[in-house]
C-alpha cells in the first residue's frame, strides 16, 4: 500500500492526518512549485516528482534512515535512472525538503482582508499542521530525522520556515502601515508573539490539546496588546 492509499483509507477520525499529510502525488505539484527555479530542459513531468517522492517515503517506512538513503537506492525504487533525479533536485538534502512539503499543506500568501482574519489563517495553519505531525507517524519520523542532521534542517529552516515567516512578517508590515497594529514594536517580536503559543503545544508540549477556535482566541488575545 502506497503512502497515498494509506491516507485515503484512513478512518473517519483521521481527518487531520488525511488532509496534512500523505497525500504525496496531489502534493508533490505544490512541492515542485515551492523547489525555486530548475535547470532549463525538457518540461517536468508531475507523475515521474510524485514517483519519485513515493519512493522516498517507501524507503523511509520500509525502515531506512535519512542516512541510509541515497540517490541511487531512490532512483532504483522509483523505477528511474539517478540522472532523472538529479534534474530536478540538486542531491539528496533538496529532495528530502520536498518530501516534508509533500506530507504537509503548503503555505499560501496571505489574502489581506484584515490583520485579524490574516493572522488567524496562518496560525490555523500552523494548528493543523501540529495535528498532522501528531498522527502521522511517517511525518514524525522524517521531521525527526531532519532535525538531527544539522546540515539539512538549516536548508528545511531557509527554505521552508524562512518562507513561512516571511509571509507572518508581510501581514504585521501591512497591519502596520494600515494603522491596526503599533507601529513602533520590532516585526519579529510581534510574529513571536502571535506564534509562540501554538508552537509551544505543537512542539514543545505535544500532550496540549490543539482545539477549534485556539488561533482565533490567541490572534484576539494578542492584538488586544498590540493595536493602535
Known amino acids: 500500500m502506497t503512502a497515498r492509499d494509506a491516507a485515503l483509507t484512513a478512518p473517519d477520525g483521521a481527518t487531520a492526518a ?66 532523472t533525479v538529479y534534474r530536478r533536485w540538486s542531491g539528496k538534502d533538496a529532495l528530502l525538503i520536498d518530501v516534508v512539503r509533500s506530507l504537509e499543506e503548503p503555505s499560501r500568501p496571505a489574502l489581506g482582508v484584515s490583520v485579524r482574519d490574516d493572522l488567524v489563517t496562518i496560525l490555523e495553519r500552523m494548528r493543523r499542521r501540529g495535528l498532522a505531525k501528531r498522527s502521522s507517524a511517517l511525518l514524525r519520523t522524517v521531521l525527526t530525522q531532519m532535525h538531527a542532521n544539522r546540515k539539512l534542517w538549516r536548508a528545511y529552516e531557509d527554505h521552508v520556515i524562512a518562507a513561512r515567516r516571511e509571509v507572518m512578517y508581510e501581514v504585521l508590515r501591512r497591519a502596520m502601515a494600515n494603522g491596526e497594529i503599533r507601529d513602533d514594536l520590532d516585526v519579529e517580536l510581534i510574529a513571536d508573539l502571535f506564534t509562540g503559543p501554538m508552537l509551544s503545544r505543537t512542539i514543545l508540549h505535544e500532550r496540549k490539546a490543539l482545539p477549534e477556535g485556539l488561533a482565533e482566541t490567541i490572534v484576539d488575545t494578542v492584538l488586544k496588546g498590540v493595536r493602535t
Do not use: Q
Not at 532549463?40 to 517522492?53: F, K, L, N, W, Y
Open 18 to 83: 488525511r488532509d496534512g499529510a500523505l497525500a504525496v502525488r496531489d502534493a508533490a505539484l505544490a512541492a515542485r512549485d515551492c523547489a525555486g527555479p530548475r535547470l532549463p530542459g525538457r518540461p517536468r513531468s508531475a507523475a515521474v516528482d510524485a514517483a519519485i517522492i513515493e519512493a522516498t517515503l517507501r524507503l523511509i517506512e520500509e525502515g531506512a534512515t535519512i542516512g541510509e538513503l541515497s540517490i541511487e537506492g531512490i532512483a532504483r525504487e522509483a523505477g528511474v535512472g539517478k540522472a
